[in-house]
């Protein structure tokens, strides 16, 4: 299903997947559309604005979890890594007030990276599931989280103005979290799809035991994969301290709901091998819109955690007839895809 | 090859009711009031909705799938309890309706796993977030608390007003009926077989289809009936409710040696796991160690269930070779 390089002859592939995607971009097109024809304030500078800074958060982890899922596992502790490292980056700022913001960014993706690398280690030299590692770490990562604080919280008045000012600030009218997330996103998605290391983790979630027979190295990818996720949650943490100045320990709790969400309604299989990062990015952005379209049309702010779960079954509907489409097709093709 | 299964899923579960036991005694020496039984009594209070959904949770693991969406189930039937309750039911009609509910939730559970053929663990953090949010919107952020207190007190009361809790009987006689039906039925060998080899139970003409989405509805059912006594229990119908459950029960069930894989797992370890987990939390919140700084304890509990035997397996391997090695060079 997914070969070391993308060929040209999986031209088919490419099509499903960008059908796929096309799905939600349809999606969106008719919900913005809707929503801005019963209430043109939707498009309006402030509200795209405030959907774009959602957005940037909620894309960043799902396209780290999108990057651990393809290969067939799974990260529930990015809520708690974002936690962690939007309180301690916060704190370390806060004691700072001098930091630039590019070393707290850094310091963010830094905490995320050696999380991500436990979990990657604990799933591949403990030979324990992924779901219960992270699981484990889920709690874990929240516990030191509220050890450290000890009941604490930073508050938006004990930043420095140059930190929580990175928020507001912007390249050519865009807003810096945009385009750390687009920055992110590309890369991640470059590096999927043109890189060997790319084309690897793919097939490792097509099927790991032929991915180790043809040599591949599982472990390092493992660990990669991870390692990758942990950043993208981490650099997830510091952005989430700009954007709202208040953290507490409690900050990111329950979010891998969401970001799960985001990726398997963007297209991500749950069992691994395929999906794009593009996919989840475009998920983060429909759910956060649908959160924004509820409240700008006057519907019940409740609704949405019901649509998203909805939303999540839909996803795995479709995928799932889409899949057997393909194998039949397959089935019925000619001899090449044997 | 089934004796060596045997052994080894007997080691853990003496290991881990033994552990159980070492805690309990320890806790009850030395922290002050936990052997009181005014704690007692809390502490079963506390385990009780994890104890009740650990046990269908038990048979959906060990078939190799797992329910996600036991805390949302809890969680949206204890909103319908308050909000039926608003409108002037009463109480004798509510509880079985609550029920029932969680059975069909349940189902619908069931239907995605068995007739779409869908991952379990997509469908039920679908289920999660759909439940959740439909509690939310039965309720809203409102809570409902006048409830009677006959039914309160139930709860919270013992029998005969004694010291043995109410809930502590129901429990041990659900706990009996599943350790029955897990261990000494057809049904209880046709889950091993389905988790061991589904194709090769398919072949042995298990209904593994019918199988499992009945033990969909039943984890839905119990999760509905710990809504019911959750909500009794507090005195309080709120849509948020038993957020966050599911992965104290999934941790309970995977302390309790149960595979993650499926196929193997008994009831008495996943019972000390569920009582070990609870005994932590209560000694040490009377110790004064907060809650949220539990995680920990419970995160690590989690992820060393699994580690320790996988780390003891890979020793024996070990150590197997290096005695054939050494056989042959002798």
Redesign the interface.
Known sequence: MSALKAPPAAAWWSSVVRAREAGIVLALVALVAYTAVSNPRFLSGQSVRDILLGTSILAVLAVGQAVVVITRN?DLSVGSVLGLSAFTVGSVVQDNPGLPVVVALLAGVGIGVVCGTLNAL?VRY????A???T??????????T??TAG?QQITADELPRAFLGFADASVLGVPWLVVIAVAVTVAVGVLLRNYRLGRELYAMGSSPEAAALVGIKVGRNTLVAFAISGAAAGLAGVLFAVRFGTID?AAGT?YE?NV??AA?VGGVA??GGSGTVWGAALGALLLTVIGSSLTVLDI?Q?????????L??LA??ID?LVALRTARALRKGGPHVQ | MSSDRLRRISWWDVAIIAITLVVLLVAAGAVDNFGSSRNFGFLVLDLLPIALIALPMTFVVITGE?DLSVASTLGLTSAVLGSLWNQGLPMETIVPLCVLLGAVLGAVNGL?VTV????S???T??????????A??VL??SAVADFPAAFTSWVTGGVGGGPIPNALVLLVVLAAVAGLVLHATPVGRAVFATGANEQAARFSGIRVDKLKFWLFVSSGAVAGLAGVLWTLRYSSAR?DNG??LE?AV??AV?LGGVS??GGKGALPGVLAGVVLLATLQNALRLEDV?N?????????L??VS??LP??GR?LRATLRRRRLRAARHT
Do not use: C
């Not at chain 1, 403990?126 to 599931?129: A, H, I, L, S, Y």
């Not at chain 2, 953090?125 to 439909?134: E, K, N, P, S």
């Open positions: 799974i604990l403990g030979q324990v599931p779901l219960v590692v699981l484990g770490t889920l709690y874990a990562f929240r516990g030191v509220y050890l009941g320990a329950g709901l799960v969400a398997v749950v069992f019940d409740f609704w949405q955690q019901a649509i998203v779960g909805a999540i079954l795995i509907a799932r | 797992i995605f779409f053929k869908l991952p663990l997509a469908v953090i679908g289920t999660l977030a759909l439940f959740r949010g439909l939310f919107v809203g952020d849509a957020v966050g992965l999934v941790a995977l993650i894989f907060t949220e700084s539990l995680n920990i304890v419970t995160g690590v989690l992820i699994v580690l996988n780390l890979s």
